[in-house]
């Protein structure tokens, strides 16, 4: 016996916005591969060059939870583009500093972070772009019902 499928009324928007975003994820860690790079460290960079701010700060920033924060931060440190250092303002934190070599290395990134989404936006005519860019700006800044979290085990 067939079975038909519910009928929507509406476009499937989460799928639309899924596949567009794996496809640009994808493009930009292939990018930023050729620099070694992950997007990962490229945002913790450019978050922390922005002034002085702590891990937990930093995680909250580039949407990472504690332990991936802690093993980017690790790798950042390994290769010598950040450091954990006291804060200037609060002696009991650490707040994540970018040393010379990390400023060089996010300076290259967010040229390539430009391009590919330069990239990304260029079948679109500049009005059709700047109108995409506002509306998915006030879909994502959509936070009207706080943070929704899936049940666990589910």
């Known amino acids: 016996m ?3 499928s519910p009928e929507r009324t509406e476009r499937d928007i989460t799928g639309l916005l899924n596949m567009a975003g794996h496809a640009l994820s994808n493009r930009l860690a292939a990018a930023l591969a050729d620099i070694d790079l992950t997007p990962r460290m490229q945002c913790v960079l450019v978050h922390a060059m922005e002034g002085e701010r702590t891990q937990i700060q930093l995680a909250a920033l580039a949407d990472l939870d504690k332990t991936t924060m802690v093993t980017t931060v690790d790798e950042l440190e390994r ?3 950040a450091e954990r250092r006291p804060s ?4 009991r934190a650490r707040i994540i500093a970018v040393t010379e070599g990390g400023r060089a290395a996010a300076e ?4 390539i972070v430009d391009a590919v989404h330069a990239d ?4 679109l005519p500049p009005a059709e772009r700047e109108a995409f860019l506002e509306t998915l700006g006030r879909l994502a800044d959509n936070r ?3 943070p929704v979290r899936r049940a666990r085990g589910r």
């Open 2 to 4: 067939a079975t038909h």
């Open 79 to 81: 290769r010598g583009l």
């Open 88 to 91: 200037s303002t609060d002696r």
């Open 108 to 111: 290259h990134g967010q040229r």
């Open 120 to 123: 990304a936006l260029s079948g």
């Open 144 to 146: 009207e019902t706080g």
